[in-house]
T-cell receptor
């Protein structure tokens, strides 16, 4: 399995508080992604990174920010958590898309509950 | 990214072959077709990828007709452990923004 860890694995927080989720990789892959997964919606891309300090928005980026100060870490911050952000969050990594495939490797997920 | 349509759910029994068809009518010339599998409480994992005709690996086969407007993932002789959600994705290998959609929930029964 690809070396991807997410922390915390579970978190309960209150509405209005900031929350930061961490994704750490040991594969030295260039691309990193944050997804959220909700029943009936599959996985939706929040933000992605194509290099250190290079990030861009996905399809559901409102209320989220990201940072990548080094290759191995990609942080997702909920600036002021809302109940609608209760979800399972997955981090993923991939090598250069110009390689043989753009296969993504996913982390174990973080279950976030906002009360 | 090309839009894909796949069934929401499929039921099967152990030992049967499961075929999941994905429609992608507006697939572009440079697009590849990729399938992922997701077990409960886990992240998705790559199963297979193809461009045209047929691709086979130790897990599945992928059949792509000449017009490439659809593709079929074939899981031979499924077992209970193949119960999962299967996602069809279409995009250029240069696309690193993937759209997973809701996928197909395959339930294998004894």
């Amino acid at each position: 399995d690809a070396g991807i860890t997410q922390s915390p694995r579970h978190k309960v927080t209150e509405t209005g508080t900031p929350v930061t989720l961490r994704c750490h990789q040991t594969e030295n892959h260039r691309y990193m992604y944050w997804y959220r997964q909700d029943p009936g919606h599959g996985l939706r891309l929040i933000h992605y990174s194509y290099g250190v300090k290079d990030t861009d928005k996905g399809e559901v980026s409102d209320g989220y920010s990201v940072s990548r100060s080094k290759t191995e870490d990609f942080l997702l911050t909920l600036e002021s958590a809302t109940s609608s952000q209760t979800s399972v969050y997955f981090c993923a990594i991939s090598e250069s898309p110009t390689g043989s495939s753009y296969e993504q490797y996913f982390g174990p997920g973080t279950r976030l509950t906002v009360t | 990214l090309a839009k894909t349509t796949q069934p929401i759910s499929m039921d099967s029994y152990e030992g049967q072959e499961v075929n999941i068809t994905c429609s992608h009518n507006n697939i572009a010339t440079n697009d590849y077709i990729t399938w992922y599998q997701q077990f409960p409480s886990q992240g998705p994992r790559f199963i297979i990828q193809g461009y045209k005709t047929k691709v086979t690996n130790e897990v599945a086969s992928l059949f792509i007709p000449a017009d490439r407007k659809s593709s079929t993932l074939s899981l031979p002789r499924v077992s209970l452990s193949d119960t999962a959600v299967y996602y069809c994705l279409v995009g250029d290998r240069g696309d690193y923004k993937l759209s997973f959609g809701a996928g197909t929930t395959v339930t294998v029964r004894a």
